[in-house]
C-alpha cells in the first residue's frame, strides 16, 4: 500500500472510528429510553466523530475566508499562472 492510501484510511477512521455505528445505535436507543445525556459525552467514537466534523467545518470556513480576502487573491493568482 502507497504512503498516501495509508494517509487517507488513517483520515478516513478519524471521521469514522471503527464501531461508531454500534455506539449510535445505543444511543439511539438509550434517547427512547429517556436518557437526556448527550451521546458524545456517552461514547467516545461519538466524540470523535463530532470534533472531527467541527474541525471539517472550521478549515473550511478559514479557506473561505482566504479566497474572499486580497491574499487569496493573489494566491488564487499564482495557482492558474497569472
Not at 455505528?21 to 448527550?38: F, I, P, S
Not at 463530532?50 to 474572499?68: G, I, N, T, V, Y
Not at 494566491?75 to 497569472?82: I, P, R, V
Request: with cysteine.
Amino acid at each position: 500500500m502507497p504512503h498516501s492510501e495509508l494517509l487517507m484510511w488513517a483520515q478516513y477512521l478519524q471521521a469514522r472510528p471503527i464501531g461508531w455505528r454500534e455506539d449510535n445505535r445505543t444511543a439511539m436507543m438509550l434517547q427512547c429510553q429517556g436518557v437526556k445525556e448527550e451521546s458524545k459525552n456517552i461514547f467516545p467514537t461519538l466524540n470523535q466523530m463530532k470534533r472531527w466534523e467541527e474541525q471539517a467545518e472550521d478549515e473550511e470556513a478559514m479557506k473561505k475566508s482566504l479566497r474572499r480576502s486580497v491574499f487569496g487573491a493573489l494566491l488564487e493568482g499564482a495557482n492558474k499562472g497569472n
